[in-house]
Structure formats: C-alpha cells, structure tokens
C-alpha cells in the first residue's frame, strides 16, 4: 500500500510518499481501507518532533511511528478476533494509527460507525478538532444555558467546531478570528465577532469562560476578561520548540490560583462515545465541517505545510479514495 511516512524529525520536506507493508490489526484492532484523512496541528508536532517534549512518547531521535496522521474515515477490511462490536464492510470514523495512507490500523474504540448519509470527507474532518471543543466545552468550560463565551481562534479546525457547538449549548458567542474569516464565524452563529487585525480582544467585556485555541493574550488579560467563577480553557499555548505550551499553562495555573476563576487545560481523549455524541449534533442539524482545502494523499505533505501557516479555515482534507 502507498503511505506518507517520514524516518527522520523535520520538516514536511521529511514526508514521502512511499510503499510499506499492508497493517494487520492486533488484539483490540481493526484495519481499514482509508477513504478520507484530515490534517491537525497534531500532525505537525509527530512530523517535527516539536515540542520537544512530544518525543518522549513518539521516539527520542527518531518517530517511533513513521506514517503520519490520525483522523480517519473508511471501510473495516479486518477486525482481530477480540472484536465483536465492528465487523468487515463497516463506515467508520475516528482516530487511527497513520491515516495519511490507503490502509490504516485502529483500535476499535477509537472508531464509530458512520451514518449512511455522511460523507467520509465530512466524517474525517470530524474526529481530533471536534473531540476537543466537544470536551473544551462540556468538561472545561462547564457554563450553563444562558452564559457566555469568548472563542479565541474561532476559524480554524477546532474554532468552527466550538463555535457551534457552543450556540448549540444555548451559549452567547464571542468569537475572534481574522477580517476575512468574520462573515464565516457569524454564519457559524457568533453573536459577535472580534477582528483581532483591527480591535482588542480585550475590551472590558466579561464572559462565563474563554476557549483559547491561540494563547496570542496575556494570562492577566484573561483573567480580568473573566466573571466571577468563570474558566479559561486552555486548548493552546504559543509554540516553541522546547516545553512551551507547557509554561503557558504552569503560568496560568499560578496565576489563577487564589479566587473563584478557574484556569484548565486538558489533552482531548477521542473514544466511540465522544464521537457519537457528535454525531447527535451532526444529526440535528447543529455542526458541520467548514472543509477549506483538499488534496490527493500524494499530496499530503502540502496539506500539511497549509495548515502549518497557522491560518486554515476550518479543516483541511486529504481524499484517498477519490
Ligand atoms: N488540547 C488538545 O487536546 C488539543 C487538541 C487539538 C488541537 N489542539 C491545539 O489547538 C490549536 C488549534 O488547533 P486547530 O486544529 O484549530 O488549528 P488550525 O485549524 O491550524 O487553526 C488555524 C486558525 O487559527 C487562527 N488564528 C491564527 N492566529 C490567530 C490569532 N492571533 N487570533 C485568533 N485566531 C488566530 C486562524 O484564523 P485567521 O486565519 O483568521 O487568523 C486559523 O483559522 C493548535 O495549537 C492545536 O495544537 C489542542
């Protein structure tokens, strides 16, 4: 089968597209024919190595795991024996080992059956971005109908999930993304939008909780931003190539320490039941993909380099099976 895989940390230069040995699932795994993959910034911290903090599960000098990506949509070809809940022929979605290839090896509670009428474009797009403003949102931010929130990186993969998500909640959404992407967040159901080019993001206004997606504000800023008993939720920092975002969330821990606010951070745990339960969303007409971009798997390494200039719209898709 073909794969994008890489031997060395690098840059996406390190990805090539190259034959490797079709998986075989082990205990508690499926192997599936892979029809669509999206790209997350996860896949560019396992292509650099970077934080370098990553490398302490992924590989000390080199990727343990050479076959980059993770969300995946696609057809169950082999279920190990242990395996009861999904069978061959399967529609599927979820978190796979190396999804940036034709066939792809998972555990099957990494992975839900697909609705008959979603697309595997749709449902790939799905799985890490959707997971973490599903749980941002509903274990972190915990602000009940009525309240308020500020979204901060409203147009990206995780933004656009967590904008709808959150209207779907009952919430009152602020969002901030760039001039161009202003329209989209308000049609995504942002009763606000801050165009972060041109006004502050912090103006004096005081929301239930703050979704980061950037960490472009000061710790301070966030918490006077804040009602009493409100949450900062940390999805991300700003990068660096030693521990950073870590400092960011030692720093907003001490920070938020004394008082009634509340600073989280939290790594998003993709199971069959999170992505069911965003299938309930999807069903009702509440969330969506916003696709930017798509490119052939052979081409994966430039979908990679888009998504690492930071300003992705939405999700960006890789079809393997056209
Ligand atoms: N904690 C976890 O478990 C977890 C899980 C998933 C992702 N993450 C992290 O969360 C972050 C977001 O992930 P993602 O998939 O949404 O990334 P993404 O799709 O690559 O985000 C791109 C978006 O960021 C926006 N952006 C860039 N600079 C901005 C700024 N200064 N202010 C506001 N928006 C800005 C861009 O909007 P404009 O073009 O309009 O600027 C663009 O739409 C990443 O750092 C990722 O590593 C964490």
């Not at 999904?86 to 990494?110: C, I, K, N, T």
Request: some cysteine.
């Amino acid at each position: 089968m073909k794969v994008i895989a890489h031997d060395r940390y690098g840059s996406a230069d390190e990805l090539e597209w190259r034959e490797a040995p079709d998986p075989t699932p082990g205990p508690g795994q499926v192997v599936l024919d892979v029809h669509a993959a999206s790209v997350n910034p996860l896949d560019v911290h396992m292509m650099t190595g970077t934080p370098m903090l990553v490398r302490l599960g992924a590989g000390l000098r080199r990727p343990k795991l050479t076959v980059r990506g993770a969300d995946v949509a696609g057809v169950v070809t082999a279920v190990a024996d242990d395996v009861t809940d999904l069978a061959v022929g399967d529609r599927v979605f979820g978190m796979a080992r190396g999804s940036f290839a034709e066939r792809a090896v998972a555990s099957a509670g990494a992975l839900a059956p697909m609705p008959d009428a979603m697309s595997f474009g749709e449902a790939a797009a799905l799985p890490v971005a959707a997971v973490t403003a599903l749980q941002g949102l509903r274990d972190h931010a915990r602000v009940p109908a009525g309240g308020s929130v500020l979204i901060i990186g409203a147009a990206g993969g995780v933004g656009t999930f967590a904008v709808q998500l959150a209207v779907a909640m009952g919430l009152e959404v602020t969002g901030v993304c760039s001039a161009r992407n202003v329209e989209m967040v308000r049609e995504l159901g942002a009763a606000r939008v801050i165009d972060y080019t041109s006004e502050a993001v912090v103006d004096g206004t005081r929301y239930d909780a703050i979704v980061d997606n950037i960490g472009s504000q000061s710790i301070g800023d966030m918490k006077r931003s804040l009602v009493d008993g409100g949450a900062f939720v940390i999805v991300s920092g700003k990068k660096g190539r030693f521990i950073r975002p870590v400092d960011r969330v030692v720093g907003a821990t001490l920070r938020f320490a004394l008082g009634s606010k509340r600073a989280e951070s939290f790594t998003a745990k993709e199971t069959r039941d999170e992505l069911q339960e965003l299938l309930g969303y999807v069903e009702r007409g509440e969330l969506r993909p916003v696709i930017d971009r798509r490119y052939a798997l052979a081409d994966a390494a430039e979908a990679v380099r888009y998504v690492m200039t930071g300003h992705a719209r939405g999700k960006v898709l890789i079809d393997v099976v056209a």
